[in-house]
């Protein structure tokens, strides 16, 4: 079955970089478009990165741009999103996508930006 294991987050301080990780299973993983989501408390959930299933990144939450690096390793079936100069606004849990048959989403990985 189709499995999004996210991980790299943890509590960072401002100014401060993570590098998320989602490892893809039970699916042609380079055939698909691979996304980053996220949602802080009390807000919806927003698309933070595309990326197409050649590796180029189409899309970037404005927010972000500058910031954040999406990636992926076809070989290894992972995607990452590099995340720097992180700040408050950027707290939230992070989630791996991918449209199949039908949308799958990872646990998420919990980021918090904290002095």
């Known amino acids: 079955q189709v499995q999004l294991v996210e991980s790299g987050g943890g509590l960072v301080q401002p100014g401060g970089s993570l590098r998320l990780s989602c490892a893809a299973s039970?699916?042609?993983?380079?055939?698909?478009?691979m996304f980053w989501y996220r949602q802080a408390p009390g807000k919806e959930r927003e698309l933070v990165a595309m990326?197409?299933?050649?590796?180029?990144?189409?899309y970037y939450l404005d927010s972000v741009k500058g910031r954040f690096t999406a990636s992926r390793d076809n070989d290894k079936n992972t995607v990452h999103l590099q995340m720097r100069s992180l700040n408050y606004e950027d707290t939230a849990v992070y989630y791996c996508?991918?449209?199949?048959?039908?949308?799958?989403w990872g646990q998420g990985t919990q980021v918090t930006v904290s002095s």
């Open positions: 039970g699916f042609a993983f380079s055939g698909h478009t």
């Open positions: 990326v197409l299933s050649n590796g180029m990144p189409v």
């Open positions: 996508y991918v449209n199949i048959d039908r949308p799958y």
